[in-house]
């Protein structure tokens, strides 16, 4: 009898990233702080996704400092309504300032 072993990795629940970073609208400009949570099926596609989110958000570049899976879903706005839309599918950029 073969029994795959267990690992704590697995889940049947989808995986959503948060990603931590700042984004340029313009060369030279201040960036803007953000969070951007998706669901994606690895970390690097979540990072090829988040890119090409704010990419058609109209900024120029970002450099993404974090990224790491949310565990439970948040409580909070604006994180709560983000999580919820990442579960349907669609890629929430939250902005700070």
Do not use: C, W
Not at 63 to 69: K, M, N, P, W
């Amino acid at each position: 009898m073969v029994t795959l072993p267990d690992n704590d990795n697995n889940s049947d629940d989808p995986m959503v990233f948060i990603i931590i970073g700042k984004a340029y609208e313009q060369d030279g400009g201040e960036g803007i702080d953000l969070h951007i949570m998706l669901r994606a099926p690895d970390d690097d596609s979540a990072v090829r996704e988040a890119l090409n989110a704010l990419s058609e958000e109209g900024f120029l570049e970002a450099d993404l400092d974090q990224i790491g899976t949310i565990t439970e879903a948040p409580v909070d706005e604006p994180h709560a309504s983000a999580y919820q839309g990442a579960l349907e599918g669609e890629v929430a950029i939250i902005r700070f300032g």
